[in-house]
C-alpha cells in the first residue's frame, strides 16, 4: 500500500506546474528515496502530462467553439511551427523548460502528433530529470551536507 508521501510524489511528479523540480527534491531530501528510484519513477510520470495533453485536444477538437478559437489564433509562427513538424532540437530543448504539456498542445495546435514528437519531448523530459536528480545529490556534498 502506497503511503501518503509516495502518492505526494506521483502528484507532484504529474503535476504541469513545478513537476519533477518539486518531486524529485521532494523525494530524495523528505521521502528519502534513491536517487536512481526517484529518477526511474519520476521522469515517465512527468511524461503524463504529454498523454493526458495529447488524448484530450481529440476530445476539445469536438467542440466546434474549441475550433473556431484555434482558426482565429493562426498566426505566422503557428505556420513556421507547423513547417517545422516538430523538429528534433528544439522540440527537446523546450519540452523541460516550458513543461511537457505545452509543448504537446503547441505540436497538436501545429497538426504535428505525438508519434512525431514523443521521443524529444521524452529524451528532453529525461536530461532535465537527470539534471534535477544529479543537483540534488551533489550540491549537499560540496557544501557539506
Not at 482565429?72 to 527537446?92: C, D, H, I, Q
Request: proline share 8%.
Amino acid at each position: 500500500m502506497p503511503s501518503a508521501g509516495d502518492l505526494a510524489f506521483v502528484a507532484m511528479a504529474v503535476n504541469p506546474f513545478g513537476g519533477v523540480l518539486i518531486a524529485i527534491p521532494f523525494a530524495l531530501f523528505e521521502l528519502k528515496y534513491s536517487p536512481w528510484l526517484a529518477l526511474a519513477v519520476g521522469m515517465p510520470l512527468s511524461y503524463a502530462q504529454v498523454i493526458f495533453v495529447d488524448a484530450a485536444w481529440s476530445r476539445l477538437l469536438g467542440w466546434r467553439l474549441f475550433r473556431a478559437q484555434l482558426a482565429k489564433k493562426r498566426s505566422p509562427r503557428v505556420e513556421r511551427l507547423m513547417a517545422s513538424k516538430g523538429a528534433f532540437w528544439p522540440t527537446f530543448l523546450l519540452a523541460p523548460i516550458i513543461g511537457p504539456w505545452l509543448v504537446m498542445a503547441l505540436m497538436r495546435y501545429a497538426r504535428v502528433p505525438q508519434r512525431k514528437v514523443g521521443v524529444p519531448i521524452f529524451l528532453g523530459l529525461a536530461w532535465w530529470t537527470a539534471a534535477i536528480t544529479a543537483a540534488c545529490v551533489w550540491i549537499p556534498r560540496w557544501f557539506g551536507h
